[in-house]
């Protein structure tokens, strides 16, 4: 009985982080977030449609664009750097079952995005990761290794394709979205 008590509210939670996720203004959707445990720095906007897992593990800083339809795990631990770009579609995972177990059992480790990176539409980055500052990884890259600063990433599995050798001089949060968003 308390294990099925545990599933619904576990339930319950998933479908309320859901609705958040939809609601039609970011304003919103930062208060909520907020209220549900999450760290958003100041201009930071996460576009509708996103997944947020364990809100209480995800940091989130200054100046950050999470693209619609988001994929945001902080149940292992999520910091995403300030001034970060992630497009649409990006799925960042920090748990995930373990294919070694007997019991296909989860297992789970932080991912960190450093600052002034960015990640294409579609990008998937694996638990574990550190994803360098101003790092770029290409659409539909898959990140399964740590990316070095200023790198520039694409493929499947991403490898390194070029370098970003340029002085960061725009901030993301300067020009405030469309309120519904």
């Known amino acids: 009985m308390i294990n099925q008590l545990r599933r619904l509210r576990a339930g319950l939670r998933f479908m309320w982080l859901s609705f958040i996720g939809h609601l039609p203004s970011h304003v919103l959707r930062t208060f909520f977030y907020r209220r549900a445990g999450m760290t958003i720095g100041r201009r ?18 200054d100046d950050v664009i999470i693209g619609h339809h988001a994929v945001l795990d902080g149940r292992s631990g999520l910091h995403i750097g300030n ?23 989860s297992k789970g480790a932080p991912v960190k995005v450093g600052s ?15 994803i360098g500052e101003r790092a770029v990884v290409a659409a539909g890259a898959i990140v399964t290794k740590s990316l070095e600063a200023a790198g520039i990433y694409g493929g499947v599995p991403a490898r390194k394709i070029g370098s970003r050798d340029i002085s960061i001089k725009y901030q993301l949060g300067d020009t405030l979205p469309i309120p519904f968003i």
Do not use: C
Request: cysteine-free; glycine content about 8%; charged content about 10%.
């Open 44 to 61: 930071s906007y996460i576009y509708s449609g996103a997944e947020v897992r364990n809100p209480k593990g995800a940091v989130i800083g």
């Open 83 to 105: 001034n970060v770009n992630l497009s649409t579609g990006v799925w960042i995972w920090t748990v995930q079952h373990d294919h070694q177990s007997e019991t296909f059992a």
């Open 116 to 130: 002034n990176a960015w990640l294409s539409a579609r990008v998937i980055v694996l638990l574990g990761i550190e």
